[in-house]
T-cell receptor, first 110, second 114 residues
Framework: RKEVEQDPGPFNVPEGATVAFNCTYS??????FFWYRQDCRKEPKLLMS???SGNEDGRFTAQLNRASQYISLLIRDSKLSDSATYLC???????????FGTGTRLLVSP | EADIYQTPRYLVIGTGKKITLECSQT?????MYWYQQDPGMELHLIHY???????EKGDLSSESTVSRIRTEHFPLTLESARPSHTSQYLC?????????????FGPGTRLTVL
């Protein structure tokens, strides 16, 4: 079983739609959680950190459910520029390393 | 924008050549990382460093080696390049601290071995 699992997609949505991605992680001792965005043939960039209380940044909302060991990302009012791969990222217990999911690809169409 | 740089950005080279991929950061970060990523695939950690003179192998076995003589510099070397080494190589860094921080990525080096 992979440490971080995501649905690879692609998710095809029209502009203005709301879309949600989920991610599950296997290590219950993980302490830090992130969503990264990666555009085609570019480097990953941090989209947002994920906190237990949930956090929101504009159209983006991230939630953490420790009991069920999953993380979610909600994107409201999708824009064409949101088209990218969204990586779920979790730190590895005891080490200063991050474990990256395979990513979920989002395609927003006009 | 993160202050982490990689050179070259693109490299096409013949089999058997020795190559060094450069990575530098000006943020004073102690931790640095090398990832390998094939198109459309996930990132795989191949090397990391906690600071000067510290290097560790990552989760994916790699024939490459790294060194960390200066905080800001973390080069990756392939002694004899092979076509199987064709991939994108991404360098990243993060600050130290008890709370785990995000990693900042360089733009990557796209390596093609003929």
């Amino acid at each position: 079983r992979k440490e971080v699992e995501q649905d690879p997609g692609p998710f095809n949505v029209p502009e203005g739609a709301t879309v949600a991605f989920n991610c599950t992680y296997s290590n219950s001792a993980s302490q830090s959680f992130f969503w990264y965005r990666q555009d085609c043939r570019k480097e990953p960039k941090l989209l947002m950190s994920v906190y237990s209380s949930g956090n929101e940044d504009g159209r983006f909302t991230a939630q953490l459910n420790r009991a069920s060991q999953y993380i979610s990302l909600l994107i409201r009012d999708s824009k064409l520029s949101d088209s990218a791969t969204y990586l779920c990222v979790v730190n590895e217990r005891g080490f200063q390393k991050l474990v990256f999911g395979t990513g979920t690809r989002l395609l927003v169409s006009p | 924008e993160a202050d982490i740089y990689q050179t070259p950005r693109y490299l096409v080279i013949g089999t058997g050549k020795k190559i060094t991929l450069e990575c530098s950061q000006t943020m004073g970060h102690d931790k640095m990382y090398w990832y390998q990523q094939d198109p459309g695939m996930e990132l795989h950690l191949i090397h990391y460093s906690y600071g000067v003179n510290s290097t560790e192998k990552g989760d994916l076995s790699s024939e490459s080696t790294v060194s960390r003589i200066r905080t800001e510099h973390f080069p990756l070397t392939l002694e004899s390049a092979r076509p199987s080494h064709t991939s994108q190589y991404l360098c990243a860094s993060s600050p130290s601290g008890q709370v785990y921080h995000e990693q900042f990525f360089g733009p990557g080096t796209r390596l093609t071995v003929l």
